[in-house]
């Protein structure tokens, strides 16, 4: 898993020189470029504001880039609504609050856009969202409400309704961040389990096992921009950069 | 809380008479309490003359609405106490059955009933009258037992077209009260009374509402022309009196649109009220949606959802409940805004009430009227607020629907 992926293997995401400004004027990315291969799961690392949930959301269009190209699964990211849609179709994405539909219940948050968005039979993907919930642990929950669940119950149901549009690319922003410890790693198990079955996976965090056991990348982001770029035995053991130095001794 | 022994009678004496000082307070304010209340009840049963209200219930009920016609307003009555009846049932027992009789419905039976025996009979209404006021109470009763009975033997492909009666009895209401397909015009003009002051009401609220809603998210737009107009609209309409509205729209409308087209005066107020009312019910969703998490709408829009699924599915569910309190609140003002329909000349409730009161032969009795009127806007009025609460309880799915 941790080996370097094929070269031959599709490019899923492609961004380059990817430059975001805020309106207030301060320049949240200068530059970024990132490729990420069918199958890989490239970790990205960084202290808080250095731009790294910013980057991975606007891969779906979550936040307005003005300079640079992002290509999606072969679909480059324009301001066209249909062109959005159409990639976000294929992009899922985990959110650190969760953002569950409070007012459906667990399996109506599953089923709700498969049958909107892809027009498929309710009793079909019904069934689909069970074995969903079933692969991840919370099958007996279906008709409970997310409020009637734990923080970790929450993020996997959350997964679990990503999964539900069968995307072909999984972004998980800090998804362990808002967990109490103890329900931390009932969440990464279930990703690394994702990553095993060979989900494409973008994933900010500070999980230093998650990132050293699963990530085919890590990347480390600061000020806006790509500091270093390395399989994990590398990033760990022996970073290049200062700055990467300085980051890993203080959150180890 | 509750110390050993708190019997209510131990409770009263501790909370009202905890100290001499306390004791002295509470003895004066129920006096005083007691004065009020007994020179009120003096007033009503002894002073007051009730014939005015006696001899003008139907005028107060449905203004000068021509006596042969009335039949349909019975009719109307009468299909809207079988609906109400067969919606309370059915929310009792589904979507989870409840108990059949919960309390507070034995107490509604029990008002009702009551209501149904002594107000007839306080009016002095004719024999004949009194039985179709009978038989219309036995019909919202009996249909609320069956609906309550056999409303889980509705195979649910039917059931969840029943809601669609109340739009339909609206549509069929409008056509019983003025006339069409077959049955005798009856203009507008010759509605009033309490008939003219639910229509008006009920057809803005109803009206309202949708546009309301639409205001709110057009102020919350990313459109700049979109949002520039809502937020000129809302605020123009809050920043006027609806008095000079009503009026405005008595002499503008008949301007602006040729002769015949120009909506009678009636539905020009109507649909015043309604433009009126919109404005407020916008404010009131907006608050709904700025409380409303923004990572809700991200997550549905990431799933892929166009922006009015999301819209629909996602944002206004949880945005309308949480605006639903305040909406009322204005629903509630707007009923009572109709009031204001007397002031340009329409016979609503307080119109025919002032048109009774010029009457000579009731000259000097607006106390009595007036007492009258406050009952029956307060009634009104607390059916909304019962309802609202209703439909928040219902709405909510948890005790605690906040999520972190």
Known sequence: ?252 | MNTPGSSPLQRLRRELFASPLDGLISLLLIGFLLAVGLAVLRWMLFQAQWAVIQANSTLFAVGRYPGDQQWRLWLLTSLLALASGLSWGLLRRLPHPGPAWPRNDRLAVGLLIALAVVAPLALQLQATVQLRWWLITASLITSRWAAGRWGQAIPPALRRWIPLIWPLLYLAGMVLISGGLGLVSVPPSEWGGLLLTLLTASFAILLCFPLGVLLALGRRSELPLLRGASVLYIEFIRGAPLITLLFLGQNILGFLLPGGLAPDRVWRAAWVLTFFAAAYVAEAVRSGLAALPPGQLEAARSLGLPMPLALIHVVLPQALRVALPATVGQFISLLQDTTLLSLIGLLDLLGTARTVMANPAFLGKNGEVYLVLAVLFWCCCAALGLGSRALEHRLNPLSSPAQA
């Open chain 1, 1 to 252: 898993m941790t080996s370097s992926t094929p070269a031959a293997a599709a490019v899923m995401i492609e961004a380059r020189g990817v430059e975001k400004w805020y309106p207030n004027g301060f320049q949240a990315l200068r530059g970024v470029d990132l490729t990420v291969h069918q199958g890989e799961v490239v970790v990205i690392m960084g202290p808080s504001g250095s731009g790294k949930s910013t980057f991975i959301r606007t891969f779906n269009a979550l936040e307005a880039f003005q300079k640079g190209s992002i290509t999606v699964d072969g679909m480059a990211l324009s301001d066209d609504v249909r062109n959005i849609d159409a990639i976000r179709r294929e992009v899922g994405m985990v959110f650190q609050q969760f953002n569950l539909f409070p007012h459906l219940t667990v399996l109506q948050n599953l089923t709700l856009a498969p049958v909107l968005v892809r027009r498929r039979p309710r009793r079909e993907v019904e069934r689909q969202a069970l074995d969903l919930l079933e692969r991840v642990g919370i099958h007996e929950q279906a008709h409970k409400y997310p409020g009637q669940l734990s923080g970790g119950q929450q993020q996997r149901v959350a997964i679990a309704r990503s999964l539900c549009m069968e995307p072909r690319i999984m972004l998980f922003d800090e998804p362990t961040s808002a967990l109490d410890p103890e329900m931390v790693q009932e969440v990464l198990e279930v990703m690394q389990e994702l990553a095993r079955d060979g989900m494409t996976m973008v994933v900010v965090t500070h999980e230093l096992r998650f990132a050293r056991r699963v990530a085919s990348r890590v990347v480390l982001m600061a000020d806006g921009e790509v500091v270093e770029e390395a399989p994990p035995e590398q990033f760990f053991t022996n970073p290049r950069h200062e700055r990467s130095r300085q980051f890993l001794s203080q959150i180890r």
